[in-house]
């Protein structure tokens, strides 16, 4: 259905709840424009639906106006997931010409400082802002990403009321995934389950003020949870993710994930990669899925979770997904909740990407 396309690590934000590997990928090892296009093309081709342009920061490359027009050219929904720092008039003008559909925004926080201190730039929560009124001016519909953690969870109902002020058409409300620097802070970042509570109910009141007007998308931490989530949908099954030097992965984070060969798109096609590869074949569908799951009536829900995060807690990609009640690893979500530094400033402990 999807394909995600990582066109670089690049990003003038440090977040410490950040997904992307702790080794990130540097500029010159990147895809060039002519390969990204040739993907774009191939997946247009294999019956792909929404492209993501994402990062880091897909603003940071200069080609990014350029690989939006040829997706728009070949039909495919484009999404651009940015911060938002780098758009000014003349961006979002070449982004209108290219024929961007939409863009979803992310913001840190709702006051200026702590948005900037926790997205380690100044000034930035400004730039967001600004932003934001340029996307509602040029009449495409927004979203507005919030990333929740425990040095903001408490102002979740104050974020819905900037993004209803903000004329956003959707709101995500998006506890930090602990995956590359959001596991590595993990003990600073995990809510306490009272935030967790909080949180939940000010979503669940949004939503009933909202209506249809407003969109309120809410993902919990799964330390917190009884049932793992489905991840991406189920390993393989809707998206392709490109990572900036190229490598197919059914999820961004698949890469920490030990004896796997992910093929790169220079040297095999979305194609027989969708439809051949190991690595995409090995967790998907029922049969993909950890022997304990296969007849669960869930399996089809949540296909066994998250590999990833399985192999992180659990060291053992195939085990069941440690957020599930059933898992024989569940106590180690209670032992990451305990280990949780919640007395401790938050921002003394962040370790930056």
Known sequence: MGLIAELTHRCPLSCAYCSNPLELERASAELDTATWLDVLDQAAALGVLHVHFTGGEPMARKDLTQLVRRAAEL???????????LLDDRAMDALM??????????????????GD???GLKGGHAKKLA??????AAGLPLTLNFVIHRGNADRTAQMLDLGEA??????????????????????ALLPTFAQLESATAAVE??????????AVDYVVPDYFAARPKACMGGWGRRFINVSPSGKALPCHAAETLPGFAFPSVREVSLADIWTG?????????VEGAPEACRSCERVEIDWGGCRCQAFALAGDATRIDPACALSPDHALMRQAIEAADFDAPLTPRLIRR
């Open 277 to 285: 590869a190991e690595a995409f074949q090995r967790f998907r569908g």
């Open 205 to 214: 009141a949004a939503r009933a003020r909202f209506g249809a007007r407003i």
């Open 117 to 119: 201190r926790s997205g």
């Open 75 to 85: 039909q495919l929904y484009t999404n651009l997931i940015t911060s938002g720092v």
């Open 166 to 187: 903000l004329g956003a058409t959707r709101i995500e409300i998006a506890h930090t995934q602990y995956y590359g620097w959001g596991l590595l802070n993990r003990a």
């Open 97 to 114: 010409a290219a024929g961007i559909d939409h863009i979803q925004l992310s913001l840190q926080d709702i006051e200026p400082e702590a």
């Open 131 to 136: 932003a934001a009124e340029r996307i509602r």
